[in-house]
């Protein structure tokens, strides 16, 4: 997917604002979708911060029978596509369709000498049926760390296995950097750039230059992991409404 494809697919110019709720129960999540949709968000995703995966898929199949048209992503935390995809593929069969994956680890070898675990991750991926987005973590916190001076590398060596090449900054909450975020940008190209934490209304417009912002801290109420604020979400929108105009 390249850039005026993604941008085009999410009918907006600027940004794309993708909340991500981290997911403690069935009433939990629907009050959060509800304060997405609400805001004019075009999706979120879904983290299964709290418990395993096999937990997890009651409440994923849940909310999408309930909410039949959202654009939904699911994370399962600490597991890779070789593994996620499978299970993306059973989903699928069963009619529940999830539009896009999220792995911390896309396990991208930025010497690009090692491309093994990537090409199975692919491999998962294409036997498995699904035909969602796949945002795949580069240089992503918590994982192998990756020295700055090979960002950009990492950054191209993504581009041929994922939709939309995610990074971070080193800690949840914690941003990305401008640096950091250059080196991307030159790295995919025209290929959609996401940034998986640290993003705020009040610093959005720093970050214009991502495709993606996958936020959860910096619309959340002030000291809960659970619920989005509709009042600071309201106004990340309207910042990435006045970025996608300025063009």
Known sequence: MRLQEFHKFFK???????PVVHVRDPAQVDENIRIIVGEGAPGCFL??????????LPVVRGIRCAWPS???????????????FPV????????CLIDAYWADDARIDETGQDSSEARQIAAARSASGWAGLYFGGTAFKKQRPVAPVHWQDAAREAVPFMDVVTT?????G????RRKVGCFRAGVGDKP???ASGITPENARDYAVADAFLIATG??????????????LARLMRTVREIGSCG
């Open 12 to 18: 907006t110019p600027g940004p794309v604002v993708l």
């Open 174 to 177: 914690e941003e990305v950097g």
């Open 47 to 56: 983290i299964n911060h709290d418990f395993g995966v096999e937990a997890f």
């Open 219 to 232: 619309v959340n109420r002030v000291g809960d992991f659970y619920r989005i604020d509709p009042s600071r």
């Open 70 to 84: 959202l654009w939904m992503g699911v994370n399962f935390l600490a597991v890779t596509g070789r593994d996620a």
């Open 193 to 195: 750039l996401a940034l």
């Open 88 to 95: 993306l593929g059973r989903l699928t069969k069963e009619g």
């Open 168 to 172: 971070s900054g080193v800690g949840t």
